[in-house]
């Protein structure tokens, strides 16, 4: 089942559009007209709606995903992140995505950081 992305406020919502235009299912928090929800509702949202979440928010998400766990309830993942540059944000995520999108995100903590390209020398 493909990766469906919900993008949480701070995250430049022109890679919601850069992703849709490669064929992937993104929606920013602007475009739901969620801005200002606490992270425990943007996560729900995203629970709500089948999606996983990107954040830059690592400190309140990864809690978040510990209480998740803890309390038993699912979710479709969870992708944390630095503040990147937006060309690397757009690698690292469409990385990620086709490493991931046949394994599914449900219930996983996910570091973009993973997905950074190694320097070549």
């Known amino acids: ?48 709606q089948g999606r996983a979440i990107l954040t830059f928010n690592i400190r309140d998400f990864v809690k978040l995903a510990q209480e998740f766990t803890a ?5 479709e993942g969870i992708i944390v992140s630095d503040h990147l540059p937006f060309r690397d944000l757009l690698r690292r995520t469409l990385a990620m995505l086709a490493d991931q999108g046949h394994k599914g995100l449900s219930d996983r903590l996910i570091w973009l950081h993973d997905y950074k390209k190694p320097r070549q020398l």
């Open 1 to 48: 089942m493909p990766i469906k992305l919900y993008l949480d406020e701070d995250v430049d919502t022109l890679l919601a559009k850069v992703l849709r235009d490669r064929g992937q299912d993104c929606l920013s928090t602007q475009e739901a007209r969620h801005r200002g929800l606490s992270d425990a509702d943007q996560l729900a949202f995203a629970v709500e």
């Open 71 to 75: 309390t038993g309830r699912g979710h």
